[in-house]
């Protein structure tokens, strides 16, 4: 039997439901979207995924070009480097260093960073304003500055470049919430809520971060964005994760010196760093954009 | 027999935002002393800054007073103890449109006060909240939507529904009519008034509007740069000769009335 809707159902649609609605809309931001979620699907799955182990070396296709050209060898999908190491499974595995590290310290700052703001964001006494103060100074450090300057008092290594990254992208969540949280508490709404006896967490989470949750999820692909070129360019300078581990910025930094023979080494790490920014910027411009057109509606 | 609502004494000063430490605080009110009792409506006015929004919130608990106390039934009022204000003290603010939250339902937002003020199980809760909203003229239903889903009318019926919820002694209500046009206010004031009658609550109304006043008001208060000119009965008020402040306060939409009346004569003489 067919199923057939008799009755008229009542649909209420929350805010934030119509914001995903408007997104929903746009080719491109939804492609873009498309492109991220596979690329974080990449990163979970990539040790499954690499046909070869990323320090394999083949003595017999050293600098074989992509399998779609004349030369290429379709066991070498992406042809190999200066080192006879198979492209495709160094990109594969390289995601987790340029993607996947990046969203984990995205995770963690944006944790500590939304905690102290929302803090700061409330309590308006002499002390918390000082720390606040102290907070903004430190955003007038370039976030990949200070990135440096930490991993020169540290060193380089993976978990030095890690948590340098993350310190410096602190400030900005920080400053972000900060400025969120205290507009809206004292707007009438929140005002309301205190009077009817809410306790602060519940103001916090229940009244407040709904309302500012597009603000957050906006900063969060920013600092994304700005956490995988930071990480990439620390690589490329040599000061981030050291070169057998195949970072996409380090492995940019290896082809610089066969850019000529094997231009495929430096453009494939290139593009694909290029995509993986791309899609996260226009995804946090289309929601941007989704939420100044449900306002404006 | 103590009054309902006591105030003793209240005042607030303020430093602005920019001044010195040392340099003198500037005196929004200065202190006053009033009295309402039980199902009294007292109307609040006055010019814009003379301080009738700040006594409001004041009272209401918003903001603490720099001195003076408010007793309510002969018990101390203390500041931000939210949880003994709101069972006998709520607030009704000025712009229905800002002061609910935009993404909950309605149902949770009156939910709220009877999570954090009563020990209700969810079912009782729910068939609070559902008596406050037919109460207030709307459906149950309307307890699944969002506030952009409603007019500014229904808005202010969710707020005045809101205020209600905890059976309060007194509902302040800051500049609560002025955004509605003339047929909902009228509606929103019927309502008040027939809330009064079920509940017995006192109404503290500011207002710009003599009309309201002169409808509803039992008592008149008058502020004047933060000092109390007046304060007594609303026809002691309406038939005491005036100063010239409180003339033009009650009475200049009369004048208004009648120079408009005069300049429409004056036009079709033209």
Not at chain 1, 116 to 135: C, E, H, M, P
Not at chain 1, 207 to 222: A, E, G, K
Not at chain 2, 71 to 83: A, E, F, I, S, V
Request: glycine share 6%.
């Amino acid at each position: 039997m067919p199923h057939i809707n008799l009755y008229y159902k009542d649909e209420n649609p929350s805010p934030l439901t119509l914001v995903w609605r408007r997104f929903k809309e746009r080719l491109l931001s939804m492609t873009a979207l498309y492109i991220l979620l596979a690329m974080i699907l990449v990163v979970i799955f990539s040790p499954i995924l690499a046909p070869y182990s990323t320090s394999m070396q083949f003595a017999d296709a050293v600098s074989l070009p992509p399998s779609w050209t004349e030369q290429g060898n379709i066991q070498f999908l992406m042809g190999t480097d200066d080192l006879g190491r198979d492209m495709l499974s160094r990109l594969l595995i390289g995601s987790i260093y340029s993607l996947g590290l990046p969203i984990l310290m995205v995770a963690v700052s944006s944790i500590i960073g939304m905690v102290i703001g929302a803090v700061l964001g409330i309590d308006r006494t002499i002390k918390y304003q000082t720390f606040s103060r102290v907070f903004d100074t430190l955003l007038s450090i370039p976030s990949f500055l200070m990135a440096l300057i930490i991993i020169a008092i540290l060193g380089t290594g993976l978990f030095n470049v890690a948590l340098a990254i993350t310190l410096s992208l602190i400030p900005q969540f920080i400053f972000v919430t900060r400025n969120a949280v205290h507009q809206e508490w004292h707007k009438d709404y929140v005002t309301a809520s205190r009077l009817n006896g809410c306790s602060k967490p519940y103001l916090l989470y229940r009244v407040i971060l709904p309302n500012i949750t597009p603000i957050l999820v906006m900063q969060l692909t920013v600092s994304l964005s700005v956490a995988i070129m930071d990480i990439a360019a620390l690589s490329f300078l040599g000061l981030g994760i050291q070169s057998p581990t195949p970072e996409w910025g380090s492995m940019l930094a290896r082809s610089l010196d066969e850019v000529y023979l094997s231009p495929w080494s430096m453009v494939l790490p290139g593009v694909t760093l290029f995509v993986t920014i791309m899609s996260i910027n226009i995804v946090g411009d289309s929601l941007r954009r989704a939420l100044s057109e449900r306002v404006n509606s | 027999m103590s009054h309902l609502l006591e105030v003793k004494n209240l005042g607030k000063t303020y430093r602005p935002r920019k001044a010195w430490p040392w340099s003198q605080k500037s005196v929004a009110i200065e202190p006053i002393s009033f009295h309402i009792d039980a199902g009294e409506t007292l109307a609040v006015m006055g010019e814009t800054g003379s301080g009738k929004s700040t006594l409001a919130k004041i009272i209401a608990g918003v903001d603490n007073p720099s001195s003076g106390e408010l007793w309510l039934n002969g018990q101390k009022l203390h500041n931000q103890h939210y949880q003994q204000r709101c069972h006998n003290i709520r607030m009704i603010f000025q712009d229905s449109e800002n002061s609910l939250n935009t993404h909950l339902t309605l149902r949770k937002q009156l939910e709220e006060p009877l999570k954090f003020n009563t020990n209700l199980t969810a079912q009782e809760r729910n068939e609070k909240i559902d008596i406050a909203l037919r109460r207030v003229g709307m459906l149950t239903e309307h307890g699944e939507f969002y506030p952009h889903m409603l007019s500014s009318g229904q808005k202010q019926r969710v707020c005045i529904a809101r205020a209600i919820i905890l059976e309060p002694q007194i509902v302040v209500a800051d500049e609560a009519l002025v955004g509605l046009d003339p047929s909902v206010r009228a509606q929103i004031i019927n309502l008040m008034l027939d809330l009064q009658q079920d509940m017995g609550i006192s109404y503290i109304l500011v207002t710009h509007s003599p009309q309201i006043v002169k409808h509803i008001a039992d008592k008149i208060l008058i502020l004047y740069r933060g000092k109390m000119i007046v304060f007594d009965k609303t026809d002691i008020v309406l038939g005491d000769d005036q100063q010239p402040y409180v003339h033009q306060l009650l009475h200049d939409h009369l004048n208004k009335q009648i120079k408009f009346k005069s300049d429409k004569a004056k036009k079709i003489a033209d």
